[in-house]
């Protein structure tokens, strides 16, 4: 009879080494704040400013395939949808903690990649790793707790909207879902349609890399929130078709244009060459844009659509904000539209 | 060829609903520091102290197995172990976020256990539940993320022991051992021992339940720190010989006399009639006692073993700093004693 702790195959105390050295980089962007950081039994922050505190995780199958995604990708992405969060509260993101769950097939060289794509997010994010552990598991899982900050009174929250007021969106949507579907079916797609020209393939090449990891909008969170241009704020990470629900009040509806709603064109040329009909329930439903999605008054409109100058960022008004119902009602070519929940099953 | 995120048993819609009521109970800790809890992408967290932040996870079959624990007992050490790493900085823990990570076969049910253990230790803590996700996988994970605060200048770091420090740990080590390890092997201990007496039973089944879980030293590492009875601080998570380097500075060394490390009575009483003579390795180098581990300076004995009274925690002196070494010694019967890593491989 043996009581012993599970052998770990990667060298845990080395990795934690590594990860403390690579964090030293990280630690500059907030000097002032960090008094302690990895290597003691807490990090220590000092702030003035409103604290904003989110968690979450991205699991192997459940949040993506390890065929589908390189090591450092995965690292970019569970650190980009955390980042995601404080943007969505029109905040300033500073720092985090990593929870590293790690499976035998993974190797020390391979984590090695994730932490190189996590350092790589923070750096151009300027957020700082101050903490965290790593642990042994059965499947491949990252866990980051972000903390960010506000001045006060600049914050915005989901449940705000107004009676009149215009709805917006960042960026364009649904082109997480088909980067990911392209990604995921590759194969199947090229042997299925032989007659694939190759610069569609080239497109379809760069449509994935482009689109594959969220690109959160921090700087427009903060101007939306800074310059009082949202009453409600939140970030599609489910889809606008689930995501509305957040930014309205129990007692007020949205009403939605689907074809006022961003989408790229060479998505709609995929769709179109690869017979995807349904894409817009898709690319509304599939999530995992990370776009910002907020309500304004009326007069704040012009300045909202100035804003995606200074911000690099597409801005669209999608709807409004009606007192005749509750829910979401989404309208296309004028009529009423029953958006389905991601159907993607098959080509 | 299908592409479809993975079906989820439990539903998640309901179960964070049903965390947000629980955690209205916890909100109550922390009324004026926090303005936003679950139910927005961030929470929002007001706080003129320094901030404390740490976490940790603990895994089915790496840290728990789950024929050995109940729900609530893992959902109460997930959060137990963060708790004490802010104790182990003398701070006060405040709020806390919460991935858990959640295997097919897991009912819903059994999650609500987990929850309910997590928000009994809360309460007991004091802690407030402000924020997390539920994501499915094949392994059941539980990620904390806690924050605590502390007025400037009380805080204990790990590195500030000075020669002639003192060295000192709170109540008993080696009881988290031997009741994992009676609770892991039960059924073949009593095969084992079928002269076994019944009042020696009712003794394992009795120190099983009082050590299966921590408790983390809150009081006590607030009063060592705000009364500076302490130059370095930790938790013993990994046992004594591991976790002695984490108060030694480089350029010291540490002393230890086994002979006055507290043992549970109990404990030594069980070795012994289970002929455990290795109980002493075992007990020091297991770990997960989450007893606090201290240095300071000699003139501050008489203040710190009065401590013991106003916290009710047993306290002891264990050793010295040294400038003569670097590392760690342990003498036990005033000879060397090289202690083995946690050794229990059979009975």
Known sequence: MRVIKKEKKFNEARLIEEIKQLSLATGKFNKSLIINSIGDDCAIFKDKNHILVSSDNITENVHFKLDSYSFLEIGEKSLLVNISDIAAMGGIPRLFTLSLSIPE??????????????????????????????SKSSEFSISVTIIGDYKHDNVVRRFGSKIGDKIFVSGELGNSWMAYYLQSNKKYIYENNPNIRSSDKKLIENFIAKFKLPKPRVKLGRELSAKKLANSLTDISDGLSKDIFNVLDLNHGGKIEL???????????????????????????????YELLWTAG?????EILELSKNTGTKIKKIGYIADKFTGARFFKDGRRYHPK?????HL
Chains 1, 2 share one sequence.
């Open 105 to 134: 097939y993974v190797s020390e060289n391979e984590i090695r990649q994730t932490i190189s794509g996590i350092i790589k997010t923070a750096r151009k994010y300027k957020v700082s790793l101050v903490g965290g552990n790593i």
């Open 298 to 302: 009326a007069d704040k409109e012009g």
């Open 259 to 289: 074809d006022e709603v961003p989408f790229n064109k060479h998505l709609k040329y995929i769709a179109n060459i690869l017979k995807i009909d349904d894409f817009i329930d898709n690319a509304i439903s599939f999530g995992e844009d």
């Open 341 to 345: 929940n991601f159907t993607f099953k």
